[in-house]
């Protein structure tokens, strides 16, 4: 079974800056690609990062140049480290680890960023 947990989420001050990590255990293979996505009340899920198993990342507009998407393919461990942090960014933040025939997520983290 495979299990798949986010930790550093909290509150932090516009402007200031919180490390996420992402770690899956269990019997998991194959994994090309991990991402970091957001979710707030009433909105669509959306993606915050994410990093191929070859190293090779992506973001979207909102977080290019203030977040970064880091990972160890070996551990099945995946960082987010996100700084210039708005209130807009707050939000449930998941990571998802992507196989050939299965999404893993984890539970998600909440990061509130206060004006």
């Known amino acids: 079974q495979v299990q798949v947990v986010e930790s550093g989420g909290g509150l932090v001050q516009a402007g200031g800056s919180l490390r996420l990590s992402c770690a899956a255990s269990?019997?998991?293979?194959?994994?090309?690609?991990m991402g970091w996505y957001r979710q707030t009340p009433g909105k669509q899920r959306e993606v915050v990062a994410t990093i191929t198993s070859g190293g090779v990342t992506n973001y979207p507009e909102s977080t290019k140049g203030r977040f970064t998407i880091s990972r160890d393919g070996a551990k099945n461990t995946v960082w987010l480290q996100m700084n210039s942090l708005k209130p807009e960014d707050t939000a449930v933040y998941y990571c998802?680890?992507?196989?050939?025939?299965?999404?893993?997520w984890g539970q998600g983290t909440q990061v509130t960023v206060s004006s």
């Open positions: 269990g019997s998991i293979r194959s994994i090309y690609l």
């Open positions: 998802k680890f992507s196989s050939q025939f299965y999404d893993y």
